[in-house]
């Protein structure tokens, strides 16, 4: 658990569940950074059999540099997708769930676990065959507030739920 949340604890309160981001959220830097690297690679070949030997040297080099501007992009993708999962607290305790994102500047949303009036999770297809989706937490005031890309969000839900329950006036 990171700072955040320990500076933000109540005496009382005490953590059920912390969900991660998934892993996911890397896979679109990956995929272009990983055809930057081909076409890099193959852009000598592509320019030979496209447009013959002779070009292959002036062309190959313009290829080239495109490759290496597109590595360049997906790499800025990947470092965008590590700080904005190492910066992301998704915390559930006994009395509230937190909700941190950011690095500079910071987002954060918090709700009573006594002001929330149900919960929900969604997975795509990929999301279930991956084990990624969104939980949905529905506020008293009718507000949903949609958390993203979380891993393993049926845990997530499950443990909410428990907490919702227990909480519950009897």
């Not at 993708?77 to 500047?105: C, D, F, H, P, W």
Request: hydrophobic share 45%; proline share 3%.
């Amino acid at each position: 658990m990171s700072s955040y949340v320990q500076k933000v604890l109540l005496p009382d309160e005490q953590v059920i569940y912390a969900a991660t981001l998934h892993w996911v959220i890397y896979l679109q830097g990956l995929l272009i950074t990983i055809a930057g690297g081909l076409l890099g690679y193959y852009s000598y070949a592509i320019i030979g059999t496209l447009f013959g030997p002779s070009h292959v040297q002036t062309m190959g080099h313009i290829l080239s540099g495109a490759a290496l501007v597109v590595v360049f992009g997906g790499v800025v993708l990947l470092l965008g997708a590590y700080l904005r999962q190492t910066s992301t607290e998704l915390v559930l305790t006994n009395r509230r769930i937190i909700a941190k994102y950011g690095v500079i500047s910071r987002a954060t949303f918090e709700i009573m676990v006594n002001r929330i009036t149900g919960a929900n999770f969604d997975q795509t297809i990929t999301g279930r065959c991956l084990g990624y989706g969104t939980i949905l937490v529905h506020g008293a005031g009718g507000e949903i507030s949609p958390i993203d890309m979380v891993a393993d969000p049926q845990m997530f839900h499950r443990a909410l739920v428990g907490v919702i329950e227990h909480n519950q006036p009897t």
